[in-house]
């Protein structure tokens, strides 16, 4: 079978979209897929023109890795594939453009850590989410174990890591682990919605908004982080052009200087 559109990569206007494609298999990642999001989303985050992403999947989001190639692992191997999968979370989170995931069906493992490693997380009604790994003799490799939590609490965090249990749209908003549920037919007019008022925002602040909320640092640095860059904000034309839009009861027009 041709492999070639595993990933697509579209452009509606400002906004960035991320396709999984590979509905046969509820878009499962194997090494090749994840190599393939990897560069999609380099190119994505050096396209200038492109303000806000959208990851999305084709009927499911992601059903997890491939469980198939996981058999074949040893531990040498087993860990060389977290790392990946680590550094593309990791370039997600870190990504300066801000990123939304666009969830319908399964959200699975891996899956759930993509979404995860996303800034927002809209989800379409028949949304599932979980991290089933404990059920596999596994835990969760890509980066659950710590933003899960982080996201919903210690409390239902553990309980979905160590049940492996799944949570339908409805229950994750109620754990804050999505933004909002919508109707699957309006899942992408929403997320879109979504990241074009994003895309409207100065992508210099953008920037120093996302590394600051992170959470990967200490709060003092944090701190001082927060006024080091606010400073920095007042030599930046967006500055300007957001106060003079304000005053003058306008729609900011912001260039990202």
């Known amino acids: 079978?041709?492999?070639?559109?595993?990933?697509?990569?579209?452009?509606?206007?400002?906004?960035?979209?991320?396709?999984?494609?590979?509905?046969?298999?509820?878009?499962?990642?194997?090494?090749?897929?994840?190599?393939?999001?990897?560069?999609?989303?380099?190119?994505?985050?050096?396209?200038?023109?492109?303000?806000?992403?959208?990851?999305?999947?084709?009927?499911?989001?992601?059903?997890g890795a491939d469980i198939k190639e996981l058999k074949g692992k040893d531990p040498g191997t087993a860990e060389l594939f977290s790392r990946l999968g680590h550094r593309i979370c990791n370039q997600i989170e870190e990504i300066e453009k801000p990123l939304i995931a666009a969830v319908e069906g399964y959200a699975l493992g891996a899956g759930c850590e993509i979404a995860l490693?996303?800034?927002?997380?809209?989800?379409?009604?028949?949304?599932?989410?979980?991290?089933?790994?404990?059920?596999?003799?596994?835990?969760?490799?890509?980066?659950?174990?710590?933003?899960?939590?982080?996201?919903?609490?210690?409390?239902?965090?553990?309980?979905?890591i160590l049940t492996g249990r799944f949570v339908d749209a409805q229950e994750a908003a109620t754990i804050g682990l999505v933004n909002t549920v919508v109707k699957n037919e309006d899942l992408m007019a929403k997320a879109e919605e979504m990241g074009q008022t994003m895309a409207g925002k100065s992508p210099v602040a953008m920037k120093m908004a996302k590394t600051l909320l992170r959470g990967d640092h200490e709060m003092q640095r944090l701190l001082d982080l927060e006024i080091t860059y606010l400073s920095q904000c007042f030599a930046t034309e967006d500055h300007l052009e957001g106060i003079n839009a304000f005053l003058e009861k306008r729609t900011p027009r912001f260039k990202g200087r």
């Open 117 to 160: 490693a996303c800034d927002i997380r809209i989800a379409a009604e028949n949304a599932k989410f979980g991290q089933p790994e404990i059920n596999l003799g596994l835990i969760p490799g890509f980066g659950a174990t710590q933003r899960l939590p982080r996201l919903i609490g210690p409390g239902k965090g553990k309980e979905m």
């Open 1 to 63: 079978m041709d492999n070639a559109n595993d990933i697509i990569v579209d452009k509606k206007e400002e906004i960035g979209v991320i396709t999984l494609n590979r509905p046969h298999v509820m878009n499962i990642m194997g090494t090749d897929m994840l190599m393939k999001l990897e560069d999609a989303l380099t190119h994505i985050r050096n396209d200038r023109q492109i303000k806000a992403i959208i990851i999305r999947g084709t009927t499911h989001f992601c059903a």
